[in-house]
């Protein structure tokens, strides 16, 4: 059944290359910036461009599959659907500004198309404006599985006493073969961005929290197939082997590195596999997910890392994502941004999971001390691109991206890449053991859903304190909490920079709490509560102190310790 793909692929290997940046001739730039001191600073160009403020509500209205990919062996799926008011995106609306959106409700004719024919329909459904992520039932009864994807269609009509209005959107519905040739498949849950795996033709998808490091081929892994073992017996889940050294030879070495994927089978360890893209030679790529995509451990691919930081060709990460999704359907593609704006838009086109590079701990951001000039949204280079030096350029990054995305209107997963190096160029010390939990449960109360550190091996503190955490941000209660819960915000009494997040699951009346005290310093009585619900009791501490009481249905603790972090299971009222 792969012929006509790969064909299709050759095709995409020959599109060309785009290049639009600033710089004047010669310069050397970082996220679009001069950063040498024989440069001066000029604008870079490649801000995202917000939408003008409209004073007229606007219908922000979107259809789309709840998981990325089905399998012919789902017996059946969902759709879900967005029918936000908001002033920036969308259509207008007959509706007065003063109205209670709730009170007006759309009539939802939903069809599925395969090259234009009709296949099926979902017709009278009706939901209130202003709904985030409903939920309808999508039969799989008279569709054929197939590599390429089928076309969703909707209407919705308004009617009220203005007017009736009717508004449009499609989407695609990937509905798959069941894989007969060893390979894997995952999937993407877009109600909650966590990942999925099915393998050995299982008809059974695992939740999975990727939780690993990245580990350069020639600093740890080319030494033996032992190593892999090592790496497993700590509690990580998932595998990303940086191909430097040997693993950048042209041809690639193939016999060298397919003892390690056969290893990687028998440790249960997924592959984040990293493709060494080359923007100018698509040739490479093909090579590579021609050779691992039926792999039975590909969890995802990983095309570029830090491609806005670098330059890459604006529209290299779209042609990556475009000739291994022609080749390859059944796995996600992911990239990693450095820079806090700049073409996100295009590079984030690329991919379906973006990594957030921020590394924020023990560096100037400021003035470089690498290349002897300041820092600023304009110029300059220090390691973390116009970043404070605080733990929050983790979270606003992320923050920030989620506010790109809605703007854009597709739904990306974000996951973090902490900071776990130091002592090298602009970075005069490792964090701290304290400080890596910080960043790592930061990343994932602003929604990062894995987290892939950089990088391996690390300070011992580091190491430990990683290893420790594993064992609970893989295990089954955190992961079904991701997986089944609806992340809210938490809001806190009696100290500031403390970052709470939770994860509820108001059929069972539970929620899983992340607290995380970003101050160096511990602080007095604090409060938290999550939006909307109300706390009965405290049901298990999965990492930190314990001493949580409950008050008026609020977590209440005499006092949080500098850089504390704790993970809990609470009852719900």
Same mark, same amino acid.
């Given at each position: 059944?792969?012929?006509?793909?790969?064909?299709?692929?050759?095709?995409?290997?020959?599109?060309?290359?785009?290049?639009?940046?600033?710089?004047?001739?010669?310069?050397?730039?970082?996220?679009?910036?001069?950063?040498?001191?024989?440069?001066?600073?000029?604008?870079?160009?490649?801000?995202?461009?917000?939408?003008?403020?409209?004073?007229?509500?606007?219908?922000?209205?979107?259809?789309?599959?709840?998981?990325?990919?089905?399998?012919?062996?789902?017996?059946?799926?969902?759709?879900?659907?967005?029918?936000?008011?908001?002033?920036?995106?969308?259509?207008?609306?007959?509706?007065?500004?003063?109205?209670?959106?709730?009170?007006?409700?759309?009539?939802?004719?939903?069809? #599925?198309?395969?090259?234009? /024919? @009709? &296949?099926? %329909? $979902?017709? *009278?459904? !009706?939901?209130?404006?202003?709904?985030?992520?409903?939920?309808?039932?999508?039969?799989?009864?008279?569709?054929?599985?197939?590599?390429?994807?089928?076309? #969703?269609?909707?209407?919705? /009509? @308004? &009617?009220? %006493? $203005?007017? *009736?209005? !009717?508004?449009?959107?499609?989407?695609?519905?990937?509905?798959?073969?069941?894989?007969?040739?060893?390979?894997?498949?995952?999937?993407?849950?877009?109600?909650?961005?966590?990942?999925?795996?099915?393998?050995?033709?299982?008809?059974?998808? !695992?939740?999975?929290?990727?939780?690993?490091?990245?580990?350069?081929?020639?600093?740890?892994?080319?030494?033996?197939?032992?190593?892999?073992?090592?790496?497993?017996?700590?509690?990580?889940?998932?595998?990303?082997?940086?191909?430097?050294? !040997?693993?950048?030879?042209?041809?690639?070495?193939?016999?060298?590195?397919?003892?390690?994927?056969?290893?990687?089978?028998?440790?249960?360890?997924?592959?984040?596999?990293?493709?060494?893209?080359?923007?100018?030679?698509?040739?490479?790529?093909?090579?590579?997910?021609?050779?691992?995509?039926?792999?039975?451990?590909?969890?995802?691919?990983?095309?570029?890392?830090?491609?806005?930081?670098?330059?890459?060709?604006?529209?290299?990460?779209?042609?990556?994502?475009?000739?291994?999704?022609?080749?390859?359907?059944?796995?996600?593609?992911?990239?990693?941004?450095?820079?806090?704006?700049?073409?996100?838009?295009?590079?984030?086109?690329?991919?379906?999971?973006?990594?957030?590079?921020?590394?924020?701990?023990?560096?100037?951001?400021?003035?470089?001390?690498?290349?002897?000039?300041?820092?600023?949204?304009?110029?300059?280079?220090?390691?973390?691109?116009?970043?404070?030096?605080?733990?929050?350029?983790?979270?606003?990054?992320?923050?920030?991206?989620?506010?790109?995305?809605?703007?854009?209107?597709?739904?990306?997963?974000?996951?973090?890449?902490?900071?776990?190096?130091?002592?090298?160029?602009?970075?005069?010390?490792?964090?701290?053991?304290?400080?890596?939990?910080?960043?790592?449960?930061?990343?994932?109360?602003?929604?990062?859903?894995?987290?892939?550190?950089?990088?391996?091996?690390?300070?011992?503190?580091?190491?430990?304190?990683?290893?420790?955490?594993?064992?609970?941000?893989?295990?089954?209660?955190?992961?079904?909490?991701?997986?089944?819960?609806?992340?809210?915000?938490?809001?806190?009494?009696?100290?500031?920079?403390?970052?709470?997040?939770?994860?509820?699951?108001?059929?069972?009346?539970?929620?899983?709490?992340?607290?995380?005290?970003?101050?160096?310093?511990?602080?007095?009585?604090?409060?938290?509560?999550?939006?909307?619900?109300?706390?009965?009791?405290?049901?298990?501490?999965?990492?930190?102190?314990?001493?949580?009481?409950?008050?008026?249905?609020?977590?209440?603790?005499?006092?949080?310790?500098?850089?504390?972090?704790?993970?809990?299971?609470?009852?719900?009222?």
């Amino acid at each position: 059944m792969w012929t006509t793909v790969f064909s299709v692929a050759a095709g995409l290997a020959s599109l060309p290359l785009t290049h639009a940046f600033n710089n004047p001739p010669g310069v050397d730039i970082w996220c679009g910036k001069a950063y040498r001191a024989s440069n001066a600073s000029f604008n870079p160009g490649g801000w995202f461009e917000q939408p003008s403020y409209s004073s007229t509500p606007l219908l922000d209205l979107k259809v789309r599959p709840r998981m990325s990919i089905y399998l012919e062996t789902d017996a059946s799926g969902s759709l879900l659907v967005d029918t936000i008011v908001s002033h920036l995106v969308g259509d207008p609306l007959p509706v007065k500004p003063s109205t209670n959106y709730t009170d007006q409700h759309l009539h939802l004719d939903i069809h #599925i198309l395969s090259d234009e /024919t @009709l &296949i099926a %329909s $979902i017709s *009278n459904h !009706t939901l209130p404006l202003d709904t985030t992520k409903a939920e309808i039932p999508l039969s799989f009864d008279f569709l054929t599985p197939k590599l390429t994807p089928f076309t #969703i269609t909707t209407t919705a /009509t @308004l &009617i009220n %006493s $203005i007017t *009736n209005t !009717t508004f449009t959107t499609s989407s695609e519905l990937l509905y798959l073969p069941q894989r007969t040739d060893g390979g894997s498949a995952t999937r993407i849950d877009h109600r909650t961005g966590i990942l999925s795996y099915t393998q050995d033709q299982s008809v059974t998808w !695992t939740p999975i929290f990727p939780y690993t490091y990245y580990a350069q081929w020639s600093l740890y892994w080319d030494t033996n197939t032992s190593t892999l073992e090592s790496f497993a017996s700590q509690g990580y889940n998932v595998i990303h082997i940086v191909p430097t050294g !040997t693993l950048s030879d042209t041809p690639f070495p193939w016999s060298t590195f397919d003892p390690y994927l056969t290893t990687s089978d028998k440790q249960n360890l997924h592959l984040q596999y990293d493709v060494l893209f080359d923007p100018t030679n698509l040739t490479k790529l093909t090579d590579q997910v021609t050779h691992i995509h039926t792999h039975p451990s590909l969890l995802l691919y990983y095309t570029a890392d830090e491609p806005d930081g670098k330059g890459n060709p604006l529209n290299s990460t779209r042609l990556a994502y475009d000739l291994i999704r022609s080749m390859d359907p059944y796995h996600p593609v992911s990239v990693a941004l450095n820079c806090k704006d700049f073409y996100y838009e295009e590079y984030a086109s690329g991919a379906d999971i973006i990594l957030s590079d921020v590394y924020p701990v023990a560096t100037n951001t400021s003035w470089s001390t690498v290349y002897d000039t300041p820092c600023n949204a304009t110029y300059g280079c220090c390691g973390c691109d116009d970043c404070r030096g605080e733990f929050e350029d983790i979270s606003d990054r992320l923050d920030q991206f989620y506010e790109f995305d809605a703007v854009v209107g597709w739904e990306k997963v974000h996951w973090g890449a902490p900071q776990a190096f130091g002592e090298e160029t602009f970075w005069t010390r490792y964090p701290t053991a304290e400080e890596e939990v910080v960043m790592v449960m930061l990343s994932v109360n602003h929604g990062a859903m894995g987290i892939v550190m950089w990088d391996y091996p690390s300070s011992d503190g580091i190491e430990r304190t990683t290893r420790e955490l594993a064992p609970v941000v893989t295990g089954e209660v955190f992961v079904g909490f991701l997986e089944e819960g609806v992340r809210r915000v938490g809001v806190v009494k009696g100290a500031g920079r403390v970052d709470v997040a939770g994860w509820v699951v108001e059929e069972e009346g539970r929620a899983l709490v992340s607290v995380v005290n970003l101050n160096y310093r511990g602080t007095g009585e604090v409060r938290v509560g999550l939006e909307g619900v109300r706390v009965a009791g405290v049901e298990k501490v999965l990492w930190g102190g314990e001493g949580w009481d409950v008050k008026d249905g609020e977590l209440v603790r005499e006092g949080l310790g500098g850089l504390e972090a704790g993970i809990l299971v609470v009852d719900l009222v």
